[in-house]
């Protein structure tokens, strides 16, 4: 009796990406029919275990346009939907789908996002914690509440060099820091 390898999905809206975690698959077999019937064996391990996946898939598909990759670790298929539309799920059966099915969230691309947009789908960032990165703001206070709305931060560099050279005992204004002539 064959056994089922652990599978991811994403969608774009104009392929499906579909990858089997298999490390060391041998004899992978894989067949993809335009009514979107998708077949795949391999075997594994030193006992040489069967793995299959036989599923029917939600539309049609474009046979020629899709691809497979056969790495140590996993097979990796990208699927080219015979329309440019967004599937409200993988598999053409409805229900719960099967145990061994599972969003692959690294490949996502959201259904509102645009059609040619590719915000992500091809960046790794790896294993980076962003929320740990010092990009400032730490003790932001939203509720603006400590905000003196009375002090304007606008004013133009002329005004605050007048204010700060002034005038002293009514004799013009004392030379702005800077200036030749000034002492300290």
């Avoid at 015979?82 to 969230?105: C, M, T, Y």
């Amino acid at each position: 009796m064959s056994r089922h390898p652990t599978v991811k999905w994403a969608q774009g809206h104009d392929k499906v990406y579909i990858t089997i975690e298999l490390p060391d698959a041998k004899d992978v077999k894989f067949k993809l029919e335009p009514e979107g019937k998708f077949f795949f064996s391999a075997t594994s391990g030193v006992d040489n275990i069967p793995y299959e996946i036989d599923m029917d898939l939600y539309e049609k598909v474009d046979v020629n346009e899709s691809m497979a990759n056969v790495g140590l670790r996993n097979i990796c298929y990208l699927i080219k939907k015979a329309e440019n539309k967004w599937w409200s799920r993988l598999l053409k059966q409805e229900g719960k789908p099967p145990i061994f099915l599972k969003v692959d969230w690294d490949k996502w691309v959201d259904e509102d996002e645009g059609q040619d947009s590719k915000s992500g789908a091809d960046m790794d960032f790896g294993d980076i914690d962003f929320s740990k990165l010092n990009m400032g703001g730490g003790d932001f206070d939203s509720d603006g509440a400590d905000v003196d709305e009375g002090d304007d931060d606008s004013d133009t560099e002329e005004e605050n060099v007048d204010e700060v050279s002034g005038k002293k005992n009514g004799k013009g204004a004392a030379p702005a820091i800077g200036e030749h002539g000034a002492k300290a």
